[in-house]
């Protein structure tokens, strides 16, 4: 059987659906940009929100902590309704990060505020980011520990240290790949030197609170002894 050439090609190739295909294809982009750029501002709001509240925190103003935590909600919740039609960007690295650091602020106030810790589900920020931010919640809490014993506030600085030492335990049971995780080892290992750290700042401020007590009982005693 003889087979004609390019039998199989008749009229020639037709590219009559390439532009409907082509307009969906744009639409589909410009939208997606569209909402990328939203995001964009977005996240670093939701970003500059946190960094104020933990500040206020550190201050003790915990009205003005409350009111920015309340309009960082409100971003959260927009950047999970915005980004809802496109799931690659709602876990684009710049909206996670920006997601961490909520998760962040919300542990520190809660933790300084001896109140329970706030759960993710609650937050609406997924595992990952959660628990990065649980990490990076330590470091603050650092500084929260360092300020009290400055201002000779010694009563709640083993609560705060147990309270890092607690996260750290659960944090090194999340021995899953990085892919999963995003990078929460590394997060880790620096959680647990600034714990060090911390531990051995306050053993010594405490024991050199002790030894000024011991000095300042025993020129008591000597002054109230008789003079010969």
Not at 134 to 149: K, N, Q, T, V
Not at 152 to 174: F, S
Request: aromatic share 6%.
């Amino acid at each position: 059987m003889t087979v004609e050439p390019n039998a199989a090609i008749q009229g020639g190739p037709s590219l009559a659906n390439l532009e409907p295909i082509a307009a969906r294809i744009h639409a589909d982009f410009a939208a997606r940009n569209a909402a990328r750029d939203k995001a964009l501002g977005q996240a670093r709001e939701l970003t500059r929100h946190c960094s104020l509240a933990t500040r206020a925190v550190h201050r003790g103003d915990f009205p003005a902590a409350d009111a920015v935590l309340a309009a960082a909600w409100q971003l959260v919740q927009s950047l999970e309704c915005d980004l809802a039609p496109f799931p690659d960007l709602y876990y684009t690295g710049y909206v996670q990060d920006a997601l961490k650091e909520y998760a962040e602020a919300r542990t520190v106030r809660a933790l300084v505020r001896a109140e329970p810790l706030p759960e993710p589900e609650a937050l609406h920020v997924p595992y990952a980011a959660y628990l990065n931010g649980l990490a990076e919640a330590i470091g603050e809490l650092r500084r929260f520990l360092l300020d009290s014993l400055r201002r000779g506030d010694d009563d709640h600085c083993e609560d705060v240290l147990a309270a890092m030492d607690e996260i750290y335990t659960v944090l090194v049971t999340m021995d899953f790949p990085d892919a999963l995780t995003s990078n929460l080892r590394r997060s880790t290992d620096v959680a647990r030197s600034i714990i060090e750290k911390t531990r051995g700042d306050l053993t010594y401020a405490l024991q050199q609170r002790a030894l000024q007590a011991s000095l300042r009982d025993f020129e008591r005693r000597i002054s109230a002894e008789p003079r010969a």
